[in-house]
């Protein structure tokens, strides 16, 4: 199963300046220009019946986030301020490709508002190889793909990470366990806002490219690497103890 995922989170927005259809139709119409692998969503290899067509209209997009619209468990009544949930896996184009190694999914958590509801996500499954190139993604393929997402969603918190990292803590007397969670937390490639991009003293062994609104993705090494990875580790680590003295 993949070892890649690049996650997107932001807080509720109000639907009146949510916009998700049209967000939504970008997203899911603009991806296969960065990988074959996405021109199709599919419920499973089985039934290979589409969750959402490719290219999305933005029309099709506001039926999908209606129809799977999040609900509560008794009664199962519509719940509108959590959102709605789309998923799909990807295959290419028919005949698809099911290859383990190809594998790769996206599961959008979008539309959440209001106090209750929690935040919003767009969490992405890469596959282990890209059909595209048959090889694993680069770092210098990826950022690509993550600026595109974050132009469309806006997230406030997005990394590409490897799923044998763990999120950092740092010790907080408020919270029950003594500790919270490093923010943002640190992935393979980070993205830092602006705020915080202009105050870090990021190592000199990490490649820093500014966006230009003044954010920042950290990419720790060209390619992805394994936990076993001491000069990878040592990246990580490095980062993390540069974002430690930042923390809110």
Request: hydrophobic share 35%; glycine share 6%.
């Amino acid at each position: 199963m993949t070892n890649l995922h690049l996650d997107l989170y932001w807080r509720s927005r109000h639907p009146s300046r949510a916009d998700d259809a049209r967000r939504l139709s970008r997203f899911v119409t603009g991806l296969p220009d960065f990988d074959s692998i996405y021109r199709s969503w599919l419920e499973s290899p089985e039934t290979r019946q589409e969750t959402a067509p490719v290219p999305l209209s933005e029309a099709v997009a506001e039926r999908l986030l209606i129809e799977n619209i999040t609900r509560y468990d008794l009664p199962p009544d519509p719940w509108p301020e959590a959102g709605s949930c789309i998923w799909g896996g990807h295959a290419g184009p028919p005949p698809y490709d099911f290859r383990e190694a190809s594998y790769a999914d996206t599961l959008c958590s979008i539309g959440a508002y209001g106090e209750r509801a929690g935040g919003n996500s767009i969490q992405m499954r890469l596959s282990d190889v890209r059909p595209s190139t048959g090889q694993p993604w680069r770092a210098s393929e990826l950022r690509p793909l993550m600026k595109f997402a974050r132009e469309i969603w806006r997230p406030t918190e997005m990394r590409a990470t490897l799923t044998f990292f763990e999120p950092q803590k740092i010790p907080d007397p408020t919270w029950a366990s003594g500790g919270r969670t490093l923010e943002p937390r640190i992935g393979w490639i980070t993205f830092l806002p602006p705020d915080l991009a202009a105050r870090a003293k990021c190592p000199a062994d990490v490649e820093v490219e500014t966006l230009d609104d003044g954010a920042a993705l950290v990419t720790l090494c060209e390619e992805p690497f394994g936990k076993s990875d001491a000069a990878g580790l040592a990246r990580l680590h490095a980062l993390e103890a540069a974002l430690r003295p930042l923390q809110s």
